[in-house]
T-cell receptor
């Protein structure tokens, strides 16, 4: 059974810092991994999608890497801003259990001005 | 292009009542998924439609939950009768369909269900 964990559970940083969020998964048989952000009371906003054959994806100040063999992904946020404050979720699209996502518990990020 | 929409945004019902949640996927997306997050837990998969057919309903918690997608467009998720533990946020997502699982899922804003 696929399990996804995220470290840290919460993170508070001053504005301008670079930071890394971690995601680990137990079964490497995945189609892809997707990073989302969720603002309080809102839905999920897709940030980056990495296919299983890819090593990384970049969008603006965000860079996500994927090491499928070790079951890890990182989300790097450069020059953090208060507007980046949100909960960040990673989810893996599993091969062995259908086409659904298995989500991690999330990392709650606070960027202080 | 309109995103995934869900209705209502919030529903408060009493235990034993019935509630129906609706999801309108992005136009042209054959795949439609339901997920939910109960308090303090991870978002969990409920079921997956391909057009009007249920591809995978392994995440449905019990037979009090009934999902339909008539005509392969919008979907409804009915909870009857609702129990306290059904409280949470119900998300719908949709994606294109070509190949196995390669396409990005787009999520709706969710419906917050409170059962009292």
């Amino acid at each position: 059974k696929q399990e996804v964990t995220q470290i840290p559970a919460a993170l508070s940083v001053p504005e301008g810092e670079n930071l890394v969020l971690n995601c680990s998964f137990t079964d490497s048989a995945i189609y892809n991994l997707q990073w989302f952000r969720q603002d309080p009371g809102k839905g999920l906003t897709s940030l980056l999608l990495i296919q299983s054959s890819q090593r990384e994806q970049t969008s603006g100040r965000l860079n996500a890497s994927l090491d499928k063999s070790s079951g890890r992904s990182t989300l790097y946020i450069a020059a953090s801003q208060p507007g980046d404050s949100a909960t960040y979720l990673c989810a893996v699209r599993v091969k062995n259990y259908g086409q659904n996502f298995v989500f991690g518990p999330g990392t709650r990020l606070s960027v202080l001005p | 292009e309109a995103g995934v929409t869900q209705f209502p945004s919030h529903s408060v019902i009493e235990k034993g009542q019935t509630v129906t949640l609706r999801c309108d996927p992005i136009s042209g997306h054959d795949n439609l998924y339901w997920y939910r997050r109960v308090m303090g837990k991870e978002i969990k998969f409920l079921l997956h439609f391909v057009k009007e057919s249920k591809q995978d309903e392994s995440g449905m918690p019990n037979n009090r939950f009934l999902a339909e997608r008539t005509g392969g467009t919008y979907s409804t998720l009915k909870v009857q009768p609702a129990e306290l533990e059904d409280s949470g946020v119900y998300f719908c997502a949709s994606s294109q369909s070509r190949g196995q699982g390669y396409y990005e899922q787009y999520f709706g804003p969710g419906t917050r269900l409170t059962v009292t």
